[in-house]
Structure formats: C-alpha cells, structure tokens
C-alpha cells in the first residue's frame, strides 16, 4: 500500500483566497483524520470522519473551514477565505478502528503558507 | 480535561550515550497510549503502542514503558540517525480521540 496520500505538499497563496488540500486514505481504513500542526500548538486535531460521515468536527477553528469525504478513498479540507493565520502544515491520518483503539498512520503533510 | 505533557522539550546526546524520554498524562478512560515519530518535513510514524501499565515494547535501540501516569521512551546507544521528534499521544475514551503532547526533540552527535 502507498499509504495515506497528500496533496499538494506545497502551497502558497495570498489572503482571501479559496484553498483546498486534498487526501487519499489507506485503503480499508474506516477512520479519517484531519489534524494541523504548529510551533505555538503542536498537533490538533480538526475533524474526523467514520466511514466518510463526520462524527466531531469540534477542532475546526472557523467556519472558514470545512472538510468533505464524498467517498472512501479521497477528503478535502477547505479553508475560504484565508488568512495568514491559517499558514500551518496539515496532515491527514487514517486508522482502521477508532483512534482511542488503533494507530493513525499520517500522509506526508501540506505546508500551506497564507501571504 | 485530557493532557499530555512531554520532558524535555530538547535533548542532545552523544552518540552511544543512553537517555530517556518522559511522557505525563491525564486522561478520562486510557484507550492506548501511543509513541510516533517525526523527521523533518514528513508526518509522525507510528512507532508504539502500549495499553496498560506494566506493558513494554521495543524496537532496536528503543523500548517504551508505561505506569498508570507515565510513559519513558528509552533509547539505548543512539545514533545520529535516531535524531527526530519524538511525540507521545493518548487515546481518550471519552472523546476517542488522540491527544498530542508537544513533542521531545532529540539532536544525537556523532
């Protein structure tokens, strides 16, 4: 398996405009995990999905953002507008039980950088 | 409320030179308490997991412990290639989630 798959690696753009990382999961695995990290917070968790219906989406910090899973294998994370605050890596994770029970295993991140 | 704390922040070893990683918590309902690691650039990796106190595992140079409170992450004769972020989390029965300390950082010197 190629395991859980990130893009883009890199992104830049100025404030105000629309974002959208995209995420492909192991396949097989039920739960899907949306986390950003920080110097200042480390690593937080935003939403998860359980077989692509969010179950806690409590860690969104705005209505800026918002996550879709339309199917099994492929999530988007969306941040409209943005803001230089929003400039993070953001990992996705996926597990095959939920998290409490089994390892999440992190796709290689998204560095984005708002301008 | 659910918290991971990790000690110290930052340590520098010499290569050969065995030391231990802290990992405190609190948490409603332990559901696993998990070690990852982190290199540069790239996500955390999965390193262990251990669900009771007592419980131990290892994995070349590292073995991770664990009591009703901590957790150790000990690394015996590191070499500069165990030089990364090592970050402690715990499933929370509550939530079911996992939270997060704030990560070790180990520079190991040739």
């Known amino acids: 398996d190629a395991g859980v798959i990130q893009s883009p690696r890199h992104e830049v753009t100025e404030m105000g405009q629309e974002v959208t990382l995209r995420c492909k999961p192991i396949?097989?695995?039920?739960?899907l995990f949306w986390y950003r990290q920080t110097m200042m917070r480390g690593l937080e968790l935003l939403i998860y999905?359980?077989?692509?219906?969010?179950?806690?989406d409590s860690g969104m910090p705005e209505d800026r953002f918002s996550a879709k899973m339309p199917n099994a294998s492929f999530s988007t994370l969306k941040i409209q507008p943005s803001e230089p605050r929003d400039s993070a890596v953001y990992f996705c994770?996926?597990?095959?039980?939920?998290?409490?029970?089994?390892?999440?295993?992190f796709g290689p991140g998204t560095r984005l950088t708002v301008l | 409320e659910d918290q991971v704390t990790q000690s110290p922040e930052a340590l520098r070893l010499q290569e050969g030179e065995s030391s231990s990683l802290n990992c405190s918590y609190t948490?409603?309902?332990?559901?696993?308490l998990f070690w990852y690691r982190q290199d540069p650039g790239k996500g955390p990796e999965f390193l262990f997991t251990?669900?009771?106190a007592g419980e131990e595992k290892e994995k070349e140079r590292l073995k991770a412990t664990l009591t009703k409170k901590e957790s150790f992450l000990h690394i015996t004769a590191p070499k500069p290639e165990d030089s990364a972020t090592y970050l402690c989390?715990?499933?929370?029965?509550?939530?079911?989630?996992?939270?997060f300390g704030q990560g070790t950082t180990l520079q190991v010197k040739p």
């Open positions: 251990l669900y009771s």
């Open positions: 999905f359980n077989n692509n219906v969010p179950i806690d």
């Open positions: 989390a715990v499933g929370s029965g509550n939530t079911g989630k996992l939270i």
């Open positions: 396949s097989g695995h039920d739960y």
């Open positions: 948490v409603s309902g332990l559901r696993g």
């Open positions: 994770a996926s597990s095959l039980v939920l998290a409490g029970y089994n390892e999440q295993f």
